[in-house]
C-alpha cells in the first residue's frame, strides 16, 4: 500500500539548463500557434479576391494547418528531429525533463513523454469533446421536442448535427485507447514507457490542435453535411467546412501515429514470458482496435484531401458535371466509416472482458474465442462498407454479396457475447459499477446487434435506410456499448489513475439515470423510424410528435446522469477516498505497482509465467 | 472439493445421455432455461407487434415483404435474446454485493462443446438470414425483370429542396406523385445538384438521387390512399422539408388527373 506521500521522492528534479525545452509549453504553443495562423491568414489574404469561395477555402485550410504546425513549434515538438537533422539528440538530462520527472502538475502542460501524462492528458481531452458532443446533442433534441420547434434554425440545426457527429466519433475513436491505452496498457504488459514516447506525445498534441479548429466550423458558418460530410453537398458547403476538413486530416495523423505507437509497444515491450496466450484481454482488444485503424483512417483522410482540392484548387473528384463521382466519396469514407465503428467497439467491449473476471471472480471464458471473436469481428469489418451503399443506386448486384459478408459479423459478435455470458455463468458478479456496466452492455449490444441484422438485410433496408431506425441502432452500439465499456474502463482504473477512488453513490446514481434515459431516448427513436421519420431533419410533421417527445425526455435524463458523472469525476480526483493499491484484486500488472506510479513504471521488471485470469477453484 | 470427488468416484461413470439429464436438472440450468423461455416470448410479442404497429400502412409489395422480414427476423433473434438475457438475468439474480469482494467461483476456462455448439448454431442462424434476404432480393429483381414490359415511367428528379416527377408518356410535370393502382412502376431518379434519396414511404422502396447518374427502383401501389414521399440524404439547408404527398387512385381516377393536369392518356 502507498499513500500519496510516497510521491516524487528518491529522484532529483531535473534541470538542463538553458535548453530551449525548459522554456517551451502550451502556452508558447498557444501564442506561435495563433501567430502562425493569424499571420498566415492575412498575409495570404492580401494578395487574395476574397468574394471567390475558392480563394476562401485556399487562406482558412492553409492557415488551419499552420495553426497546428505553429503549435506543435511553439510547445517543442521538433527539438529532436531538428536536432537529429544536425546529427544529435536530446541530452539525457533533456530527456528526463521531457519525461516530466518531478515537474509536479506543469507536466500535464508540456510535451511530456511519460505515457501516464499523455494518459490523463487524453482522458481530460476525451471528458471535455464528449461533454460538447453531449451539450450539442442536447440542443439537437430540444430542438426536436415537437414539430414546428423554432429553437434554432435550420443552419445551426444541421450544423448541431453535423458537429455532434464529428465530435462524437472523434472522442469515441480515443475514448478507451487513449486515457487506458496509454496510461494503462504499458504497465499492464510490464513495459516502462510506450515504444515510442515523443510519437506519444505528438498523438496527443496534435489532436489537441484538432479541437480549435473543430470548434472553428462553428464560428464559420457550421457544416451542412453531417459527419459523413458527403460530396458533392461538402464541395458546395461554405467556409466552415474547412474546419471539418483541417480537423480530420489532423486527426488521421494523430490516430496513424497513436495507432502505430500502441501496435509497436504491444509487439515488442511485453514483460518477459508474456507470451500471445498470457496478455490481458484489453490489451488485445486495444492493439486490435487500433492496428484496424492504421489501414482504415488513410481513406478519410484521402477523401478529405480530395474534398480540399476540389474546393480549393478546381479539380472534380466528386463532381459529376466533370467526370467526378460523389460514389468515389462515399466509398472512401465507408472503406474508413465501417472499420471504424469496430474500432470504436472493440477496446469498449475488451475493457467489460477485462472487467468481468475479476468481478465475478472466474477466468475469462474461452480465451481463444475472445481473440477468435476480435480477430473475425476485425476482418469481416473491412469487408462490409458497401452495406452503407445498398440505396445509393451504385451498383445494386453487389449488394448481395456486401449483405452476405455484413451478416457473417454476426457470428463472432455472437462468441464475444459467449465469452463474456461464460465468464458470468456460475459465478456471483460483484455488483460494483464496471459489472453493471458488463450487464448494460449485454442488453444494449443485443438490441444494437439484432437491429444491425435487419439492417444489413437489403429488403428491410429498403425502408429503414435514412431513417431514424438507424441512428437509434448505431447509438446502441457506440454509446450503449463501447461508451459504457469506456465509463467501466474509468470507473476501474479511476483508482490507479487518480489515486482515489471514483464516488460510488454518484457513480451509480449516474449509472441509472444515463441508462434508463439512453433505452427512453433510443426506444423514441427505433418508434420514429419505423414510423418513417428521416435521420437528420431539423422538423417532422405531426405524426412523429409523441416518439420524439419521448426521445427528448430520455435525452434530459441522459445529460442528467452524464453530469453527475463528470461531478463524481471531478469531486472525487479532488477529494476522493484514497484508494488502496489493488481495490478490486485483481491479478493483471498495473495493480502490482504503487500510486503515483513511478517513472518507468516498475523497479524490476516483472516476470510473468500465466495469463492475468487465474482466479476460482478447481473443481472436477 | 474432496466430498464432491467421493460422490463421483462411488457411481459408475454417467453414459453422456446421463450428464445431458444431470445438467439439464442443475438448478442454474432450469432458471436460466425458464428465464430464457421468458425473454424468448417477450422478443416474440415484440415482433409480432412492433413493426405492424408503427410502421405506416403497407401499399405495396414491396412495402408487404420488408414488414414481413422484419416480423420474422424479430422471430429467429428471439431465441438468441432468450439465451442472452436469460444467461444474464440468472447470473444478475446470484449477484454479490457489498464492500468485500465474493468468493472465487469456479475455474471454468472453456468448454469447448459450448463453444462449438454456439459457433455452428450462430453461424447457422447468420446463414439463415443471409439466405432469406438473397432470395428476397432475388424475387425482387425478377419481379422487376417481369414488371419493366408493362411498367410505367416516372421520371424523379431531386433539387434542393424539391421533388419532380415527369410522366413521360403521359406528357406531364408535376411536384406531387399520384400513381394508379395495381400498375407496375419504374423511377428512374436523379438530382440536379447534391444527392438525395428518393423515399415514398408507404410504398417501401428508396433509391438515392445522384448527378447525372440515373438511378432506377421499381414497385407497384397495391393499395388506394394518401403516400408521402421524404427525402432520406441530408442535402443541405432545408432537408427537413423536401417532402411531398401523392395519392395511389384508381386508373379512372388516375387517368382524370393526367387529363386535368393537361397530359394525354397512355
Avoid at chain 1, 50 to 55: C, K, L, Q, W
Avoid at chain 1, 232 to 249: C, E, R, Y
Avoid at chain 1, 469 to 481: D, I, K, Q, R
Wanted: overall charge neutral.
Amino acid at each position: 500500500m502507498t499513500t500519496l506521500e510516497h510521491q516524487v521522492g528518491s529522484h532529483p528534479i531535473p534541470n538542463p539548463q538553458k535548453s530551449l525545452i525548459t522554456k517551451l509549453h502550451m502556452g508558447t504553443g498557444l501564442v506561435i500557434g495563433a501567430i502562425f495562423a493569424f499571420g498566415t491568414y492575412y498575409w495570404l489574404r492580401s494578395g487574395q479576391d476574397m468574394t471567390v469561395a475558392r480563394n476562401v477555402n485556399k487562406v482558412l485550410l492553409i492557415s488551419m494547418f499552420m495553426w497546428s504546425f505553429g503549435f506543435m513549434l511553439g510547445i517543442g515538438a521538433f527539438i529532436g528531429p531538428f536536432r537529429w537533422l544536425i546529427g544529435k539528440d536530446l541530452t539525457a538530462e533533456e530527456q528526463l525533463f521531457l519525461a516530466g520527472e518531478g515537474q509536479g502538475v506543469s507536466r500535464y502542460f508540456r510535451y511530456c513523454t511519460d505515457h501516464k501524462v499523455v494518459g490523463i492528458q487524453y482522458l481530460v481531452g476525451v471528458m471535455a469533446m464528449l461533454g460538447v458532443g453531449g451539450t450539442l446533442a442536447m440542443m439537437i433534441r430540444t430542438n426536436l421536442i415537437s414539430p414546428g420547434s423554432k429553437f434554432v434554425t435550420p443552419v445551426i440545426y444541421n450544423s448541431l448535427v453535423g458537429l455532434h457527429g464529428i465530435t462524437m466519433i472523434v472522442a469515441m475513436i480515443v475514448v478507451s485507447t487513449g486515457p487506458f491505452g496509454n496510461f494503462i496498457l504499458p504497465i499492464m504488459i510490464g513495459a516502462r514507457d510506450m515504444a515510442f514516447p515523443r510519437l506519444n506525445a505528438l498523438s496527443w498534441w496534435v489532436l489537441f490542435t484538432a479541437i480549435p479548429v473543430l470548434c472553428s466550423a462553428w464560428f464559420l458558418g457550421g457544416i451542412p453535411t453531417g459527419w459523413t460530410a458527403y460530396a458533392p453537398l461538402s464541395v458546395q458547403a461554405g467556409p466552415g467546412m474547412n474546419a471539418f476538413v483541417a480537423t480530420i486530416i489532423i486527426f488521421a495523423i494523430s490516430t496513424a501515429v497513436a495507432g502505430a505507437n500502441i501496435t509497436a509497444t504491444v509487439v515488442t515491450m511485453r514483460a518477459k514470458g508474456m507470451k500471445w496466450n498470457r496478455v490481458p484481454i484489453f490489451v488485445i482488444g486495444a492493439t486490435m482496435s487500433v492496428a484496424l485503424a492504421i489501414p482504415a483512417f488513410p481513406t478519410f483522410m484521402v477523401s478529405m484531401i480530395m474534398t480540399a482540392l476540389d474546393r480549393t484548387a478546381g479539380t472534380t473528384y466528386f463532381d459529376a458535371n466533370f467526370g467526378g463521382s460523389g460514389w468515389l466519396y462515399a466509398h472512401l469514407f465507408w472503406i474508413m466509416g465501417h472499420p471504424e465503428v469496430y474500432v470504436i467497439l472493440l477496446p469498449g467491449v475488451a475493457i467489460l472482458m477485462e472487467v468481468a473476471p475479476v468481478f465475478v471472480r472466474k477466468p475469462l471464458f474461452s480465451y481463444t474465442a475472445a481473440i477468435l471473436g476480435f480477430a473475425g469481428i476485425a476482418g469481416l469489418s473491412v469487408l462490409v462498407w458497401a452495406h452503407h451503399m445498398y440505396m445509393s443506386g451504385w451498383l445494386p448486384m453487389l449488394n448481395g454479396p456486401f449483405m452476405v459478408t455484413t451478416e457473417m459479423i454476426s457470428v463472432p459478435t455472437g462468441l464475444i457475447f459467449l465469452v463474456i455470458l461464460g465468464t458470468l455463468w456460475r459465478g456471483k458478479p460483484w455488483m460494483k459499477l464496471p459489472m453493471l456496466s458488463v450487464y448494460a452492455f449485454l442488453w444494449n449490444m443485443l438490441i444494437g446487434g439484432v437491429t444491425g441484422v435487419y439492417l444489413s438485410d437489403v429488403p428491410a433496408d429498403n425502408y429503414l435506410h435514412g431513417s431514424m431506425y438507424v441512428t437509434a441502432h448505431f447509438h446502441y452500439t457506440l454509446m450503449g456499448a463501447a461508451l459504457t465499456g469506456a465509463i467501466a474502463g474509468l470507473v476501474y482504473w479511476f483508482p490507479k489513475m487518480t489515486g482515489r477512488m471514483l464516488n460510488e453513490r454518484a457513480g451509480y446514481i449516474s449509472f441509472w439515470f444515463t441508462q434508463i434515459g439512453f433505452q427512453i431516448l433510443f426506444l423514441g427513436m427505433f418508434i420514429a423510424g419505423a414510423e418513417g421519420q428521416p435521420r437528420r431533419v431539423a422538423d417532422y410533421a405531426a405524426v412523429y410528435r409523441n416518439s420524439d417527445r419521448i426521445s427528448t425526455m430520455g435525452a434530459y435524463l441522459i445529460g442528467t446522469g452524464m453530469i453527475t458523472l463528470l461531478w463524481a469525476v471531478v469531486h472525487s480526483w479532488r477529494k476522493g477516498a484514497i484508494a488502496p493499491m489493488n481495490p478490486w484484486g485483481a491479478k493483471t500488472l498495473e495493480w502490482t505497482v504503487p500510486f503515483p506510479v513511478p517513472l518507468e513504471n516498475f523497479d524490476e521488471a516483472p516476470i510473468i509465467t500465466s495469463d492475468p485470469y487465474g482466479y476460482g477453484r478447481s473443481e472436477k | 472439493m474432496s466430498s464432491h470427488d467421493h460422490e463421483v468416484e462411488e457411481v459408475l461413470p454417467p453414459t453422456p445421455g446421463d450428464r445431458v439429464i444431470t445438467f439439464l436438472k442443475r438448478k442454474d440450468v432450469v432458471q436460466s432455461f425458464v428465464l430464457g423461455i421468458f425473454f424468448t416470448l417477450v422478443f416474440v410479442i415484440l415482433g409480432r407487434d412492433f413493426y405492424p404497429k408503427w410502421m405506416p400502412t403497407i401499399m405495396s409489395t414491396d412495402m408487404k415483404a420488408n414488414e414481413a422480414l422484419m416480423v420474422a427476423f424479430t422471430y429467429i433473434s428471439a431465441p438468441v435474446c432468450g439465451v442472452v438475457l436469460g444467461i444474464a438475468t440468472y447470473t444478475f439474480l446470484n449477484r454479490h454485493t457489498g464492500d468485500t469482494p465474493p468468493e472465487d467461483g469456479p475455474a471454468i476456462r472453456t468448454n469447448t462443446p459450448v463453444v462449438v455448439v454456439w459457433g455452428i448454431v450462430s453461424s447457422l442462424m447468420a446463414l439463415l438470414a443471409i439466405i432469406w434476404g438473397l432470395v428476397e432480393l432475388n424475387v425482387g429483381s425478377e419481379a422487376a425483370a417481369s414488371e419493366a414490359r408493362t411498367a410505367m415511367v416516372v421520371e424523379v428528379t431531386g433539387s434542393q429542396w424539391v421533388w419532380t416527377f415527369k410522366y413521360p408518356a403521359q406528357g406531364i410535370e408535376t411536384h406531387e406523385l399520384n400513381l394508379p393502382i395495381d400498375q407496375p412502376v419504374i423511377f428512374d431518379v436523379i438530382s440536379s445538384d447534391v444527392n438525395h434519396s428518393f423515399w415514398p414511404v408507404q410504398l417501401g422502396v428508396k433509391v438515392d438521387a445522384n448527378r447525372l447518374q440515373t438511378t432506377v427502383v421499381h414497385t407497384t401501389p397495391t393499395k388506394l390512399g394518401a403516400i408521402d414521399v421524404k427525402c432520406a440524404e441530408l442535402c443541405g439547408l432545408y432537408h427537413a422539408y423536401m417532402e411531398t404527398t401523392g395519392q395511389i387512385m384508381t386508373a379512372a381516377d388516375f387517368n382524370n388527373w393526367v387529363t386535368a393536369q393537361g397530359g394525354h392518356v397512355a
